[in-house]
């Protein structure tokens, strides 16, 4: 039994093995019948097209030639031209298919004080309406949407900008359009019923909403600068609005809106290119008020060259400020109080941003976390400390001759005089116990808020036209890392003692029945602790 098992077992396994070299005899045959040169016939077979889209290893026809970001150092340079009427050009090529291009002008509410105060106010509203070549300003718009495009226009004290964002390919018609918009507006009677229209429309809503900031800004400009130059309201008094004409803006555009008071800057556009066409729109073609026939009186004023006077000072207005409709909140009262400040082109300026940053603050109900301003000194000593205080907020405006640095709080009306008695003690402690951790945390907050905003292609616009205006040349971001990475301690002592030795600045609206007087808040200032004298006759309102 056992010897028949084993010869069943041995001739399964001769079985197998005359079957596997079989397959390797079939296998060596194939593999030596196609090593000839049938192989190769085979392998040449013509392809077979399987679809209509274009093969992958091919450009597509059509389309132009791509073009890659690059980093080399002469491209990130900001290019500057002058041309023959003074007019400047500025342009900071970019990666990418679109591009923001505009106007920055001289120009602005700081200017006005031969004019009723309201010109800038009114231009920003009057603006990308119909011009001479778009008398219908719907044309106007639709050609800028044919090349994804959108515009705006922003008025403050010192500047005036008209931009726009649009495709690259669309460059000269979007130059054509801020050329029309900002020298050859039409401005007609239409036009300015209805920019009367919205301004009132809008000094009514600032009335009815809650917050405040807007009106503040006014109010505390007209304190620390008393009727002078940046003093001026930025906003339309109600009492001008039926004052100003069109004679009256046209006046004022021939006079501010100058070649020489004008840099047309653009981002993500080759400089030629930008050059050709500002040459083409702007001073090929005479503005309007170059035209305009001899029965309309468009007279030559002065400009005001005058350097701004700090005066400091207080404003206030007694009123009801509505509350917030959702959570309950109680009605509060505002205070600002200011300080003189450095402009742009001083050597303390950048120590002054320094030292805002480091006093922060914000909102009470704000969001934070690192990196948010939960640090800031605003937050620590004062938001974190008074649960009646819903917001104190530092902020530093900049201008060419001046600047002013203040302290923005809010708390309802039975701890108005507490608020002001703490943002003084803040004012007065900001060159004290100054730590390493919140210097540090400070400049490297500044460096990435920079670092930050400039990577939107509409504030680099803005900084390329701002910077080029007030100097003539843009400074390399780099640069202000450098400047700010210097900044140490006894810098910030320095600026913080020189905001103090100046007169303050103090506005104030809602409920103001427990204000102090400035008289207070000035004793409040010499005082090295802060601290407030006591008694009711400095009370503002008895």
Same mark, same amino acid.
């Given at each position: 039994?056992?010897?028949?098992?084993?010869?069943?077992?041995?001739?399964?396994?001769?079985?197998?093995?005359?079957?596997?070299?079989?397959?390797?005899?079939?296998? =060596?045959?194939?593999?030596?019948?196609?090593?000839?040169?049938?192989?190769?016939?085979?392998?040449?077979?013509?392809?077979?097209?399987?679809?209509?889209?274009?093969?992958? !290893?091919?450009?597509?026809?059509?389309?132009?030639?791509?073009?890659?970001?690059?980093?080399? #150092?002469?491209?990130?340079?900001? *290019?500057?031209?002058?041309?023959?009427?003074?007019?400047?050009?500025?342009?900071?090529?970019?990666?990418?298919?679109?591009?923001?291009?505009?106007?920055?002008?001289?120009?602005?509410?700081?200017?006005?004080?031969?004019?009723?105060?309201?010109?800038?106010?009114?231009?920003?509203?009057?603006?990308?309406?119909?011009?001479?070549?778009?008398?219908?300003?719907?044309?106007?718009?639709?050609? %800028?949407?044919?090349?994804?495009?959108?515009?705006?226009?922003?008025?403050? @004290? !010192?500047?005036?900008?008209?931009?726009?964002? /649009? +495709?690259?390919?669309?460059?000269?018609?979007?130059?054509?359009?801020?050329?029309?918009?900002?020298?050859?507006?039409?401005?007609?009677?239409?036009?300015?019923? =209805? /920019?009367?229209?919205?301004?009132?429309?809008?000094?009514?809503?600032?009335?009815?909403?809650?917050?405040?900031?807007?009106?503040?800004?006014?109010?505390?400009?007209?304190?620390?600068?008393?009727?002078?130059?940046?003093?001026?309201? *930025?906003?339309?008094?109600?009492?001008?609005? =039926?004052?100003?004409?069109?004679?009256?803006?046209?006046?004022?555009?021939?006079?501010?809106?100058?070649? *020489?008071?004008?840099?047309?800057?653009?981002?993500?556009?080759?400089?030629?290119?930008?050059?050709?066409?500002?040459?083409? +729109?702007?001073?090929?073609?005479?503005?309007?008020?170059?035209?305009?026939?001899?029965?309309?009186?468009?007279?030559?004023?002065?400009? !005001?060259?005058?350097?701004?006077?700090?005066?400091?000072?207080?404003?206030?207005?007694?009123?009801?400020?509505?509350?917030?409709?959702?959570?309950? &909140?109680?009605?509060?009262?505002?205070?600002? $109080?200011?300080?003189?400040?450095?402009?742009?082109?001083?050597?303390?300026?950048?120590?002054?941003?320094?030292?805002?940053?480091?006093?922060?603050?914000?909102?009470?109900?704000?969001?934070?976390?690192?990196?948010?301003?939960? +640090?800031?000194?605003?937050?620590?000593?004062?938001?974190?400390?008074?649960?009646?205080?819903?917001? /104190?907020?530092?902020?530093?405006?900049?201008?060419?001759?001046?600047?002013?640095?203040? $302290?923005? /709080?809010?708390?309802?009306?039975?701890? &108005?005089?507490?608020?002001? #008695?703490?943002?003084?003690?803040?004012?007065?402690?900001?060159? *004290?116990?100054?730590?390493?951790?919140?210097?540090?945390?400070?400049?490297?907050?500044?460096?990435?808020?920079?670092?930050?905003? &400039?990577?939107?292609?509409?504030?680099?616009?803005? !900084?390329?036209?701002?910077?080029?205006?007030?100097?003539?040349?843009?400074?390399?971001?780099?640069?202000?890392?450098?400047?700010?990475?210097?900044?140490?301690?006894?810098?910030?002592?320095?600026?913080?003692? @020189? %905001?103090?030795?100046?007169?303050?600045?103090?506005?104030?609206?809602?409920?103001?029945?427990?204000?102090?007087?400035?008289?207070?808040?000035?004793?409040?200032? $010499?005082?090295?602790?802060?601290?407030?004298?006591?008694?009711?006759?400095? %009370?503002?309102? @008895?």
């Amino acid at each position: 039994m056992a010897l028949q098992t084993g010869y069943k077992l041995s001739r399964a396994l001769f079985q197998k093995n005359q079957l596997w070299n079989s397959q390797k005899n079939i296998e =060596n045959c194939l593999i030596k019948q196609y090593t000839s040169t049938e192989w190769k016939n085979l392998s040449e077979r013509p392809k077979i097209k399987v679809t209509d889209m274009p093969p992958m !290893d091919e450009p597509v026809k059509g389309l132009p030639r791509p073009v890659y970001a690059n980093f080399k #150092e002469e491209d990130q340079k900001t *290019k500057v031209t002058i041309l023959s009427n003074g007019l400047t050009v500025a342009s900071e090529n970019r990666f990418g298919a679109f591009c923001t291009v505009g106007v920055v002008i001289d120009s602005g509410s700081r200017y006005e004080v031969a004019y009723p105060s309201g010109i800038s106010h009114f231009l920003e509203k009057l603006a990308f309406n119909s011009t001479k070549f778009y008398p219908d300003k719907d044309d106007m718009i639709n050609r %800028l949407e044919q090349h994804g495009g959108i515009c705006d226009s922003q008025a403050s @004290r !010192d500047t005036f900008i008209y931009a726009a964002s /649009a +495709y690259t390919s669309g460059l000269n018609d979007v130059i054509q359009l801020l050329a029309e918009a900002t020298l050859r507006p039409n401005i007609t009677n239409e036009e300015l019923l =209805n /920019a009367k229209q919205a301004i009132n429309f809008e000094l009514e809503t600032l009335n009815m909403r809650p917050e405040q900031e807007t009106i503040l800004m006014d109010m505390i400009h007209a304190a620390a600068y008393s009727d002078n130059t940046l003093g001026l309201p *930025k906003l339309c008094p109600q009492e001008n609005v =039926n004052k100003i004409s069109r004679n009256m803006l046209l006046t004022y555009l021939k006079n501010h809106y100058t070649p *020489k008071r004008m840099v047309v800057a653009g981002v993500g556009v080759e400089h030629p290119k930008l050059v050709d066409a500002v040459q083409k +729109y702007f001073v090929d073609i005479k503005p309007v008020w170059a035209e305009i026939q001899n029965s309309e009186t468009i007279k030559d004023v002065n400009v !005001d060259n005058s350097v701004s006077q700090y005066t400091g000072g207080l404003v206030h207005e007694e009123c009801e400020i509505p509350q917030f409709a959702s959570a309950g &909140l109680p009605v509060l009262s505002h205070v600002v $109080i200011g300080l003189e400040s450095c402009s742009h082109q001083d050597k303390d300026f950048i120590a002054t941003c320094v030292l805002n940053i480091m006093m922060g603050g914000g909102g009470s109900f704000s969001a934070g976390g690192p990196g948010k301003g939960m +640090y800031t000194r605003l937050y620590t000593n004062v938001l974190n400390r008074y649960h009646w205080m819903y917001s /104190a907020t530092a902020c530093n405006h900049a201008y060419s001759d001046s600047g002013l640095f203040c $302290i923005h /709080a809010s708390a309802p009306p039975t701890h &108005l005089r507490d608020m002001v #008695e703490v943002v003084v003690k803040e004012l007065v402690g900001m060159p *004290k116990n100054i730590t390493d951790e919140e210097l540090r945390r400070a400049k490297t907050q500044l460096q990435s808020m920079l670092l930050m905003n &400039l990577e939107s292609r509409p504030v680099m616009f803005e !900084d390329i036209g701002r910077q080029v205006l007030a100097s003539g040349q843009r400074r390399r971001p780099r640069y202000f890392i450098n400047e700010i990475e210097k900044i140490s301690k006894d810098d910030i002592v320095r600026v913080a003692r @020189r %905001l103090l030795s100046s007169q303050p600045a103090v506005a104030a609206r809602g409920d103001l029945r427990k204000m102090p007087s400035l008289e207070y808040i000035q004793a409040g200032l $010499i005082d090295s602790e802060g601290r407030m004298p006591s008694g009711r006759k400095l %009370l503002l309102f @008895r």
